[in-house]
C-alpha cells in the first residue's frame, strides 16, 4: 500500500477527537479527574484521588496525563492530557505494523517458491500483510472510543502490542525484543493488569523455549525478569486486585459472544478464517503468538463478566491473525466484505448528515426536534472548519468506493481498505459535525452549568456522597468547588450538596431545586443546603 494513503488513514483515525472535545462519562471523564488533580496539586503524586476518593490500581496512566498538563499550561487541560494518549494510539498502529511485518518474514509464514520464480518477494509480501493488519486494526469496532480516551485501559493495550511485537521480532530484532519484553510486561502491571502481565510472561517464556531460532530461545530468560519486575511495581504501585467478576442472572456466554461478535469485527471472521486454514501448523509462531495473546485477552474478559476493556487487548493480535488470511481469502468473501462496508459506513454517513442539515437548517425538521426533546437545552452550532473536513472526508470515501469497485490489480490489503475506510469516515463525521452534540449529551458541562446556577463558587464546599466518579470529577474541575465525598451528609461541614434524587433527604438539610444529565433521566441529582444552626 502507498505509505502516503496508509499515513492518511492512521491520521484521519488519530486526530479527530483529539482537538475540542470534551472528556466523556465514565472512565475517560473520571480518568481525566485523576490527571487533573494531580497536576493542580489537590491530590499527591503517589495517590491520585478525586474529591478525597483514591483511584484504584497504578498510578502510572494519570502520572503521564498530569505530567502533560504541566508541560503545556498554555493549552486546554483537558486536550494536554489527551496527546500523551493519542501518541500511545499511534504507537499501536506501528507496533501492530511490524510484528505482522516480522512474523510474515519468517520461513512458515512465507508462499510457496514457484519452480519457474514469480511467486511474492518476502520483505514486499510481509509488507502487504503488515498493511492488511495495520487496516484491520483501523476497521476494528471495539478501539472506535477506547482507543480515543484517556483511560489506563489505553496504556495497557500499548503495552500489549509492544509485548505481541517482542515476541514477533525475536528472530530479526534480539535487541528490540528484549527491550520491548523488559518494558512491556512492567508496564502492564503499573496500568492496572499485573494478572495478565504474569500470563503474558509465562506464556510467552514457553513459546520462546520451544522455538527453532537460538536468540528466540534467550527471550524467554528476559521474560521471566519481565514478569518478576511487573510483579514488584504491581506491589509498589499497590495495583494488584480482585477482578473477577460474577454477575447473578447474566448470560455470560452468549453476551460475551454478542460482544466478541461486534467489538472485534471485521477482524474475528477473518482470524478464524486464518485458523482454519492453518489448522495443522497452528504451532507455527506466526499463528501461536498472536493467538495465544488474543485468547489470554478473551480469557480475561470472561472473568470479568465480559469485559469489554479486557478484550480491547487482543485487538493487535486479532489484527495480526486477521492479516493471514488475505492470501487465502476467497473472492465471493472478500466482495461480501466489500459490499457490507459500503451499505452500512454510507447508511451511517448519510444518517450523520441528515442530522446535521436538520440541525442547521431545519430540514427535515424531525430529526432535530427529536434531539431537542431528548436532550433539552442543546443549541446547534456552526463550525466552518468542521464542515470542510466532513466534506472532504465524505469526498474521499466516495473516491475510495469507486477506485474499490474499479478494477485494479489485486493487493492482499485490499479487501480492509473499506471497512477501514468506512471507520475513519463516520468517526470523523461524529468528531466534526457532530460533536457538539456529542459532547452535550456526553459531558458533564451542561450538568455543571446547572449547579452553578445554585451554589456560588465561594462556598466552603460542595459535599457529594456516594456519586460516581465521573460526576465528581466534573464538579471539581469544570465546576472548581473543592468537593468532599467521603463524609457522609449528617457529618459534613459543607454548606451545599448534591445527592442523588432517589435518595431521601437528610435532616438539616433544604432542597434547593432538582436537575438532571441531558438525555439521562436516570441521572437526576438534588441540589441541597445546610439549615442555619444544622
Known amino acids: 500500500m502507498p505509505r502516503l494513503a496508509l499515513l492518511f488513514f492512521c491520521a484521519a483515525y488519530v486526530l479527530p477527537g483529539l482537538f475540542g472535545r470534551e472528556p466523556w462519562r465514565n472512565a475517560d471523564l473520571s480518568s481525566f479527574g485523576f490527571m487533573a488533580s494531580v497536576a493542580q496539586g489537590h491530590a499527591p503524586w503517589w495517590q491520585p484521588s478525586i474529591a478525597g476518593l483514591h483511584a484504584e490500581g497504578g498510578p502510572l496512566p494519570y502520572w503521564i496525563g498530569a505530567m502533560a498538563i504541566k508541560a503545556l499550561p498554555m493549552v486546554d487541560a483537558a486536550f494536554a492530557a489527551r496527546l500523551p494518549y493519542a501518541l500511545m494510539l499511534v504507537l499501536v498502529l506501528v507496533l501492530v505494523w511490524y510484528s505482522c511485518f516480522h512474523l510474515a518474514r519468517t520461513e512458515?509464514?512465507?508462499?510457496?517458491?514457484?519452480?519457474?520464480?514469480?511467486?511474492?518477494?518476502?520483505?514486499?509480501?510481509?509488507?502487504?500483510?503488515?498493511?492488511?493488519?495495520?487496516?484491520?486494526?483501523?476497521?476494528?469496532?471495539?478501539?472506535?472510543?477506547l482507543g480515543h480516551e484517556t483511560t489506563p485501559e489505553l496504556m495497557q493495550l500499548l503495552a500489549s502490542a509492544l509485548y505481541l511485537y517482542g515476541l514477533s521480532a525475536a528472530p530479526f530484532r534480539i535487541a528490540k525484543a528484549r527491550w520491548a519484553v523488559m518494558i512491556s510486561l512492567p508496564m502492564l502491571a503499573a496500568s492496572d493488569a499485573p494478572a495478565v502481565a504474569l500470563v503474558y510472561a509465562l506464556i510467552g517464556a514457553y513459546q520462546c523455549h520451544r522455538s527453532q531460532y537460538?536468540?528466540?530461545?534467550?527471550?524467554?530468560?528476559?521474560?521471566?525478569?519481565?514478569?518478576?519486575?511487573?510483579?514488584?511495581?504491581?506491589?509498589?504501585?499497590?495495583?494488584w486486585a480482585w477482578r473477577v467478576e460474577v454477575v447473578p442472572g447474566m448470560d455470560l456466554p452468549l453476551d460475551f459472544l454478542n460482544l466478541l461478535?461486534?467489538?472485534?469485527?471485521?477482524?474475528?471472521?477473518?482470524?478464524?478464517?486464518?485458523?482454519?486454514?492453518?489448522?495443522?501448523?497452528?504451532?507455527?509462531?506466526h499463528i501461536f503468538v498472536p493467538l495465544s495473546t488474543a485468547l489470554i485477552a478473551m480469557a480475561t474478559s470472561l472473568l470479568m463478566a465480559g469485559s469489554d476493556r479486557a478484550l480491547l487487548l487482543g485487538l493487535p493480535a486479532f489484527a495480526v491473525l486477521a492479516a493471514f488470511a488475505l492470501p487465502t481469502l476467497k473472492r465471493s468473501l472478500a466482495a461480501a466484505m466489500d459490499w457490507f462496508s459500503v451499505f452500512f459506513f454510507s447508511a451511517g454517513a448519510l444518517f450523520f448528515w441528515v442530522?446535521?442539515?436538520?440541525?442547521?437548517?431545519?430540514?427535515?425538521?424531525?430529526?432535530?426536534?427529536?434531539?431537542?426533546?431528548?436532550?433539552?437545552?442543546?443549541?446547534?452550532?456552526?463550525?466552518?472548519?468542521?464542515?470542510?473536513?466532513?466534506?472532504?472526508a465524505t469526498a474521499a470515501w466516495l473516491a475510495l468506493v469507486r477506485w474499490r469497485t474499479a478494477r485494479h490489480q489485486h493487493a492482499l490489503w485490499k479487501s480492509l481498505v473499506l471497512p477501514a475506510g468506512g471507520v475513519a469516515l463516520c468517526w470523523l463525521l461524529a468528531m466534526t459535525i457532530l460533536l457538539p452534540f456529542a459532547d452535550y449529551v456526553r459531558g458533564d458541562k451542561a450538568?455543571?452549568?446547572?449547579?452553578?446556577?445554585?451554589?456560588?463558587?465561594?462556598?466552603?464546599?460542595?459535599?457529594?456522597?456516594?456519586?460516581s466518579m465521573a460526576t465528581l470529577a466534573a464538579l471539581e474541575f469544570r465546576g472548581g468547588w473543592r468537593v468532599e465525598a467521603r463524609q457522609a451528609l449528617s457529618e459534613t461541614a459543607c454548606e451545599y450538596a448534591l445527592q442523588s434524587a432517589a435518595a431521601p433527604t437528610p435532616a438539616g438539610w433544604t432542597l434547593l431545586t432538582l436537575t438532571q444529565r441531558p438525555m439521562d433521566r436516570q441521572a437526576s441529582f438534588k441540589i441541597l443546603?445546610?439549615?442555619?444552626?444544622s
Open 108 to 145: 512458515a509464514a512465507q508462499p510457496v517458491a514457484f519452480a519457474f520464480g514469480g511467486e511474492a518477494q518476502s520483505v514486499d509480501y510481509a509488507r502487504a500483510l503488515a498493511d492488511g493488519a495495520l487496516l484491520a486494526l483501523i476497521a476494528s469496532l471495539g478501539l472506535l472510543q
Open 214 to 239: 537460538a536468540q528466540v530461545r534467550e527471550l524467554s530468560l528476559w521474560l521471566l525478569i519481565s514478569g518478576m519486575l511487573a510483579a514488584i511495581s504491581a506491589w509498589e504501585f499497590n495495583a
Open 261 to 285: 461478535a461486534w467489538f472485534c469485527w471485521p477482524a474475528w471472521p477473518l482470524a478464524a478464517w486464518t485458523l482454519w486454514r492453518w489448522r495443522a501448523h497452528w504451532r507455527r509462531r
Open 355 to 392: 442530522y446535521y442539515l436538520s440541525m442547521q437548517l431545519n430540514w427535515p425538521a424531525t430529526p432535530v426536534a427529536n434531539l431537542r426533546r431528548l436532550a433539552e437545552g442543546f443549541e446547534p452550532q456552526f463550525n466552518a472548519l468542521a464542515l470542510t473536513l466532513a466534506l472532504c
Open 447 to 467: 450538568l455543571v452549568q446547572h449547579i452553578k446556577e445554585e451554589v456560588p463558587l465561594n462556598s466552603n464546599c460542595l459535599a457529594a456522597p456516594q456519586l
Open 529 to 533: 443546603r445546610k439549615q442555619s444552626g
